[in-house]
């Protein structure tokens, strides 16, 4: 099992979320967050005075997929969330150890 | 003897004024500062109006419409003795007791104007010593040099609805706080961003429409000069408001929110001195004039003044309720559709007398801010400490915090 962390422009979420039902991904959490990578944040201008924002808003999803999957999943997210801009954000696979789906007991893959 | 059309104006424009600070004021500010900063913006415009109010009677309406000398009125209608149910101020049809409420309204908004240059690092003990002894030592003299029989009034100053009173007075002290409180942390390349530009410009629309009951209300009846009045104030904003926009969209390829509504304030306050002396001309004559002026100034007082006068009080109302004064001895011509000169004035002796009034108003706002400001140093402190300061005062001062998420 992978456990994966897609970081997001927070306008790609529909996108994605659409993606991922058409190829059988039943569930996902999403975090709204703040952070920068080589986009640097951007500059605001507010009478006539420049701000620099650092921090810039973001999506996290995350989402727990049987190994086998892994591949596509990350071309499907890759795919939906791209728009070809710097910003575009990134995705990270973490191997998974163990899941429990808590109403049922089942563990693993059937806990998916 | 009481004039109902004329009384029923008045009422009206003392909520219109009034309205501009609760919420009007509050909210453009408000919107203007950081997200845990919100609260203490919105305390400081209210409580300032509720001190600002119980002053009024107690002294500030005494000292700027009672007799006294040149200077200063004097204290025989303090607490408002000798006002009665069925006074009616002079030369007027509307009742005293609606004379007061109105321009209490003014001494409400004059005050919490100068919020904006303090924010975000200001203790709030010291905003309520500093804005109570600044209305009566600052606000009600001024008053009653322009309006209520003063040097300034015997000299034929034209001061329709406040530029010299409310505008230069605010502006003035305002630089003169920010002098001697300190900038904000990361003053001026990191400090933040307004944190609701929405907020700004339903704050700015209030004001707008509240200023209708400043300069029209400020002729005193319903009639002739009230209507004018309006008509140039309405011109004078819009006006201001492009030009602001046009200079942003051209400078740095967009047209932004918070700078047109900054605008609308800058024509606002540009055409108050003179709405009840100049015509439709005047009104867009003046609004051009202030939009420009004021844009640069803004910059001018940040960068090279290096004052951080955090919502520019100097720059729009200062800066605005000057030029407005100044250019009322133009624009007041008939030859440009105002409403001419006093005997034995011309434009050009009007152009000296309203020199002179600016001038003096200047030196005594910022003299005696600065001797406020020393008295409140020593009794109410002055800066909150730097963990307040990155806390947010909503939490540091107030105990409470704007937004739950």
């Given amino acids: 099992m992978k456990w994966i962390i897609a970081i997001i422009q927070p306008h790609r979420l529909d996108a994605v979320r659409d993606a991922l039902n058409e190829i059988g991904i039943a569930g996902l959490t999403v975090t709204e967050v703040r952070g920068y990578g080589r986009q640097k944040g951007q500059t605001e201008i507010y009478r006539g005075a420049e701000y620099q924002i650092s921090y810039l808003p973001k999506l996290k999803l995350e989402l727990a997929v049987d190994s086998k999957g892994v591949a596509k999943v990350v071309d499907t997210i890759c795919e939906s969330a791209g728009t070809g801009k710097i910003g575009d954000g990134k995705v990270f696979v973490l191997d998974l150890k163990s899941a429990v789906r808590i109403r049922t007991g089942e563990t693993g893959n059937d806990a998916l | ?405």
């Avoid at chain 2, 003014?106 to 240059?117: D, E, K, R, Y």
């Avoid at chain 2, 300034?152 to 100053?157: H, I, K, R, S, W």
């Avoid at chain 2, 300190?182 to 509240?210: I, Y």
Wanted: proline share 3%.
């Fill in chain 2, 1 to 405: 003897m009481v004039d109902s059309g004329d009384t029923a104006w008045i009422l009206t424009s003392t909520a219109l004024v009034l309205f501009m600070t609760l919420p009007g004021l509050a909210l453009f500010y408000g919107g203007l500062v950081q997200a845990k900063n919100i609260l203490s913006v919105l305390m400081q415009c209210i409580a300032i109006a509720c001190l600002a109010s119980v002053l009024w009677v107690v002294a500030g309406y005494s000292l700027a419409f009672s007799g006294g000398n040149a200077l200063v009125g004097g204290l025989s209608k303090a607490f408002l003795a000798g006002v009665t149910r069925d006074g009616v101020v002079d030369g007027t049809g509307i009742p005293e007791t609606l004379f007061i409420m109105f321009q209490m309204t003014f001494a409400i908004i004059t005050p919490a104007l100068i919020i904006g240059a303090y924010v975000e690092r200001v203790k709030f003990s010291f905003v309520m010593l500093f804005s109570g002894l600044w209305l009566l030592v600052v606000y009600a003299p001024v008053t009653h040099w322009v309006w209520g029989g003063g040097w300034l009034a015997n000299l034929g100053v034209l001061d329709f609805a406040g530029g010299i009173v409310v505008h230069i007075t605010a502006g003035v002290s305002a630089a003169v706080v920010v002098w001697q409180l300190g900038a904000r942390q990361g003053f001026p390349d990191q400090v933040r961003p307004p944190h609701a530009p929405w907020m700004v410009m339903v704050g700015a629309a209030m004001l707008w429409v509240g200023w209708f009951g400043f300069n029209a209300g400020s002729a005193l009846a319903a009639g002739t000069d009230a209507s004018m009045a309006m008509l140039v104030t309405h011109l004078s904003a819009s006006a201001a408001s492009l030009v602001w926009m046009c200079i942003d969209w051209v400078k740095f390829g967009k047209p932004s929110l918070v700078g047109l509504v900054t605008g609308t304030i800058a024509g606002l306050a540009t055409i108050t001195p003179a709405s009840g002396f100049v015509g439709p001309a005047g009104g867009i004559g003046l609004g051009l004039a202030g939009g420009f002026l004021c844009y640069y100034a803004v910059d001018i007082v940040k960068s090279r003044f290096k004052l951080d006068d955090s919502l520019d009080v100097l720059a729009v109302h200062g800066v605005g309720g000057a030029t407005g004064t100044l250019l009322a001895a133009v624009f007041a011509s008939t030859a440009l559709g105002g409403v001419g000169f006093a005997d034995g004035m011309s434009m050009g002796s009007q152009f000296g007398v309203q020199v002179i009034g600016v001038v003096a108003t200047i030196v005594w706002a910022a003299v005696a801010s600065l001797l406020i400001v020393k008295v409140c140093q020593a009794v109410s402190g002055f800066r909150s400490s730097d963990e307040e300061i990155i806390e947010g005062l909503d939490f540091t001062s107030h105990g409470e915090k704007g937004y739950h998420f």
